[in-house]
């Protein structure tokens, strides 16, 4: 019998509440901040519910961020890793409002849907980007990438997909099942130098959303001040690509290796490619950027209730 986790004696003591759908709870809330967003009202409720952990300078090193992995982040930085916007990019007032609403899955970085109302969630938003100069240096929003629909996922699809994330080396940190654990995995700083994990793919949830779009998002922007980085232009591959033979080879089978090579040998040369007109390009690369989101999406744990509430999904780092 395992032992009840977190999860479990925090809904004993009462709290179960995220059990039942938040969504409709938390959207109402968000719909009604009646004000202007202040920085000023803003700065009493960061006091009351962030500076513990993000720091009372905003810098992430409050009383509470020692023992945390991952840290709080530091505000100052303006480093943010949950964005619509490209990399290197800001978030926006939107960005930032679902990452406090809804808080970072698998962290301590909490939900402040029942918490906050969405005023005071909007105030601490603009007091929070004071503390980076980014933000004040921006003439407008950073824009927001645009994510088309996502088509059906496929059996053919999921494959080729494999044969994506084979091909631009996600193994070689993520592992070639996708539980995080690939040779590169070990040993990965973050910006602010403290270590850091690729996210253990097969987990119900990833940190910021892991439904097909999340993942179409993630992959093409990466996450800023982190080794994830965005693949956006990575998907006009040509078919005589080199591949790492001995990389592969320790991670996958050798008839992984060969559909690998023969999906390889299937697609069109680098100089093909490239010399497609932009509406077969398009094509080409999106097929393939969806193939490897709905292969990520393959990976994910389809977790029943009772499986979820005796699992432990709070990372701890050694
Ligand atoms: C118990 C500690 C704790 C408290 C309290 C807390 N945070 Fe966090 N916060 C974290 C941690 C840990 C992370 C880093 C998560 C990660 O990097 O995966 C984080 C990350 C964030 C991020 C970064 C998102 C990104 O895109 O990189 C924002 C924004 C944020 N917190 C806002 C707030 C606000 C606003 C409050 C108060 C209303 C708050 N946090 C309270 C621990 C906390
Ligand atoms: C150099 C190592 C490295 C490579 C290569 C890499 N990743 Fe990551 N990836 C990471 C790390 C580290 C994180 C965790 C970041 C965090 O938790 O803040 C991550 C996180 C993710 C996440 C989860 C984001 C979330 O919200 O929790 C997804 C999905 C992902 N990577 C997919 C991919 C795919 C697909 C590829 C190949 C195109 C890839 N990664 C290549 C290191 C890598």
């Known amino acids: 019998m395992q032992k009840p986790n977190s999860k479990l004696v925090s809904i004993l003591l009462g709290a179960a509440i995220p059990l039942l759908s938040t969504a409709g709870i938390a959207s109402a809330m968000e719909a009604s901040a009646p004000f202007a967003a202040s920085a000023i009202r803003g700065q009493t409720v960061y006091q009351k519910a962030c500076a513990a952990c993000h720091g009372e300078t905003g810098n992430g090193n409050g009383q509470g961020a020692k023992p945390l992995n991952p840290k709080p982040r530091d505000f100052t930085a303006g480093l943010y890793k949950f964005r619509s916007t490209g990399l290197g990019e800001l978030p926006t007032d939107a960005d930032l409002m679902k990452t406090i609403t809804n808080g970072v899955y698998g962290t301590q970085m909490p939900s402040f849907a029942h918490t906050l109302t969405a005023q005071e969630r909007t105030d601490v938003i603009a007091y929070i980007k004071k503390f980076s ?186």
């Not at 997909?161 to 996708?178: A, R, S």
């Open 133 to 318: 100069p980014d933000f004040d240096a921006q003439e407008e929003p950073a824009a927001v990438i645009e994510i088309p629909e996502a088509p059906a996922s496929t059996p053919e699809f999921v494959a080729e997909g494999k044969n994506v994330f084979m091909t631009l080396d996600c193994y070689t940190c993520h592992g070639p099942q996708g539980k995080g654990n690939g040779n590169a995995s070990k040993g990965l700083k973050d910006a602010a130098g403290n270590p850091i994990k690729p996210q253990n793919l097969t987990r119900t949830q990833y940190k910021s959303g892991s439904d097909p779009q999340s993942i179409y998002r993630i992959i093409h922007s990466g996450l800023n001040g982190t080794p994830m980085s965005a693949f956006a232009g990575a998907f006009l591959f040509g078919g005589d690509k080199e591949i790492s033979a001995d990389a592969l080879a320790g991670s996958y089978s050798k008839s992984e290796i060969e559909t690998l090579k023969a999906y390889l040998a299937s697609q069109p040369s680098l100089e093909k490619a490239q010399a497609l007109d932009d509406e077969a390009k398009t094509e080409l690369t999106q097929r393939r950027k969806w193939a490897l989101v709905h292969y990520v999406h393959s990976l994910q744990k389809k977790a029943g209730i009772v499986q979820w509430l005796f699992t432990e999904d709070t990372e701890v780092t050694k």
